[in-house]
């Protein structure tokens, strides 16, 4: 039925880890094709972009990887190794058939992930804090994995941005983090003519000190 159709409009109205687990698994399998194509979604190679040019290397942690978007725009710049993971085990299921990812696991980023402190010099997340979603609690955890110095890359949606406090948890950050930069980016491209197409986003990239 066109009214459980998966779609952005579900995916901002989520409020638990088990109905994103619901609505991804009903999506993965057309989430390229019916979101990222038909929406001109351009934020992944934003995130890669942003990681690159400020000197992220592997390994690194792609959170809330998806279907492995922002890791294919990472594996064509030479960016590896690179592990991913996801609330979703049907979203990972996708990212695992594109063989870009050294491991995938499932991980909800508002609780612990099974990853030792430190583990990754870089961390990236596309589309993962944004409504419905992560909140900039997760941020905490985010750092615990994060090794000293890595270059860490997160898209935030502006709205939610202003919404949940980003900016108050990150003064709270203080020294912990280092060379903070908000570039403000586009979220689709020119082809999206939906109600959503004027939607920005920031890429939060610092550092761990």
Same mark, same amino acid.
Do not use: I, N
């Given at each position: 039925m066109a009214q459980d159709k998966p779609d952005l409009d579900r995916a901002?109205?989520?409020?638990?880890? $088990?109905? #994103?687990?619901? *609505?991804?698994?009903?999506?993965?399998? #057309?989430y390229d094709t019916s979101f990222a194509a038909e929406m001109d979604y351009r934020l992944p190679d934003h995130v890669e972009r942003v990681f690159v040019g400020t000197g992220g290397t592997g390994p690194v942690l792609d959170l809330g990887a998806g279907t492995g978007l922002c890791a294919q725009a990472l594996a064509q710049r030479g960016v590896a190794p690179i592990d991913g993971t996801d609330i979703s085990?049907?979203?990972?299921?996708i990212a695992a058939q594109k063989n870009i990812y050294r491991s995938l696991f499932t991980g909800d980023l508002t609780g612990l992930l099974p990853v030792e402190d430190g583990g990754y010099t870089g961390l990236v997340s596309s589309g993962t804090f944004t409504t419905g979603h992560v909140?900039? $609690?997760? *941020?905490?955890?985010v750092l615990r994995i994060a090794a000293p110095g890595a270059v860490i890359a997160l898209s935030i949606n502006a709205k939610y941005w202003a919404e949940r406090g980003f900016e108050e948890k990150f003064a709270a950050l203080g020294a912990s983090i280092t060379d903070l930069q908000l570039p403000e980016v586009r979220i689709y491209g020119p082809a999206n003519t #939906? $109600?959503?197409?004027?939607?920005?986003?920031? =890429?939060? =990239?610092?550092?761990?000190?």
């Open positions: 901002y109205a989520l409020q638990t880890p $088990e109905d #994103s687990k619901r *609505l991804y698994a009903k999506w993965a399998d #057309s085990q049907d979203m990972l299921d909140g900039p $609690e997760a *941020l905490d955890e #939906s $109600e959503h197409r004027d939607a920005t986003g920031l =890429v939060a =990239v610092f550092r761990k000190a």
